[in-house]
């Protein structure tokens, strides 16, 4: 069964950092689009940063010079290094990429969400 596993929330001051880990296992050959998502109590869920088909990065303008996605493409893991945490950047944060099992096995899958956490 694919799945991606996010790992690395917790709580921290505002200023402080945190780096958010997805990992996709199940027989994932590899991974497109990964994306970092999050969704705050009572909002939308939003996007925070994703790599575009073609490879591009795109970034919330809330988290436009703070955020920063990378991908380790061997290991097909998905980063998210958050720094200077804001009183407005907590939320259960999301990765979603689309996944490769097969030439003719591919679909888009959702991580099951890593809390933030960021208080004084």
């Known amino acids: 069964q694919a799945q991606l596993v996010e790992s690395g929330g917790g709580l921290v001051q505002p200023g402080g950092s945190l780096r958010l880990s997805c990992a996709a296992s199940?027989?994932?050959?590899?991974?497109?689009?990964p994306g970092w998502f999050r969704q705050a109590p009572g909002k939308e869920r939003e996007k925070v940063a994703a790599?575009?088909?073609?490879?591009?990065?795109t970034y919330a303008d809330s988290v436009k010079g703070r955020f920063s996605i990378s991908e380790h493409d061997v290991d097909n893991i998905i980063y998210l290094q958050m720094d200077s945490l804001k009183p407005e950047d907590p939320a259960v944060y999301y990765c979603?990429?689309?996944?490769?099992?097969?030439?003719?096995?591919?679909?888009?899958?959702w991580g099951q969400g890593t809390q933030v956490t960021v208080s004084s």
């Open positions: 979603r990429a689309t996944v490769v099992l097969s030439p003719t096995d591919i679909r888009t899958v």
């Open positions: 199940g027989g994932v050959v590899s991974i497109n689009a």
């Open positions: 790599f575009t088909s073609d490879g591009r990065v």
